[in-house]
């Protein structure tokens, strides 16, 4: 079981620019979230996806946008990229056992992002 | 609206020593709590979940436990080691229909031989 995988591994790009990161869950694992994690800071969540429909939503801007394919695997794509977006960001995944009930979630290693 | 401490910010222990971390939450109306273990610049590990009904867990030389009215946790560590070194993040999903992890800003624990 190759666990969460995430690419790239490293990215740098300047501001105003766009990105694309990916993410696919474990085996068997139907849903992905996606959080930010700066510098000496705890992960905020971003948003989750599942049946390939975005489910819930943290408080980030409309610049941040996600998907999810039929496989499972997702990308979160960040638009006019600014220098505060700087950071790791972590791809989840979990499944659902009940609707309704959060499940225990498994981390992929992370993007590093710099924007210059 | 959920907010997840941490204490300490960082910790040093010589090898050995058993030690415990705390973390509280300001609203007890919680589903799940999850500690992680995160290397430097690394993902995070799942160390430990513990349901809303249960009061501890336990893992090898790790022991978590839970006290929701409270709105606190304890992650205890036995015979700490060199490599226990590491951030330790507490988070919580915060009650029924929410999908989100609330993450603290982690304890910084060095484990000196």
């Known amino acids: 079981d190759a666990g969460v995988t995430q690419s790239p591994t490293h990215l740098i790009k300047t501001r105003g620019q766009q990105v694309t990161l990916r993410c696919s869950p474990k085996s068997g694992h139907d849903t992905v979230s996606w959080y930010q994690q700066a510098l000496g800071q705890g992960p905020q969540f971003i948003f989750q996806y599942y049946e390939e429909e975005e489910r819930q939503r943290g408080n980030f801007p409309d610049r941040f946008s996600g998907h999810q394919f039929p496989n499972y695997s997702s990308e979160l794509n960040v638009n006019a990229l600014l220098l505060g977006d700087s950071a790791l960001y972590l791809c989840a995944s979990s499944f659902v056992q009940v609707i309704g009930v959060p499940n225990e979630q498994f981390f992929g290693p992370g993007t590093r992002l710099t924007v210059l | 609206k959920q907010e997840v401490t941490q204490i300490p910010a960082a910790l040093s222990v010589p090898e050995g020593e058993n030690l415990v971390l705390n973390c509280s939450f300001t609203?007890?109306?919680?589903?799940?709590l999850q500690w992680f273990r995160q290397d430097p610049g690394k993902g995070l590990t799942s160390l430990l979940l513990i349901q809303s009904s249960q009061r501890e867990q336990t893992s090898g030389r790790l022991n978590a436990s839970l006290d929701k009215s409270s709105g606190r946790s304890t992650l205890y560590i036995a015979a700490s080691q060199p490599g226990d070194s590491a951030t330790y993040l507490c988070a919580v999903y915060s009650g029924a229909g929410s999908y989100q992890l609330t993450f603290g800003k982690g304890t910084k624990l060095s484990v000196i031989p």
């Open positions: 609203d007890s109306a919680i589903y799940n």
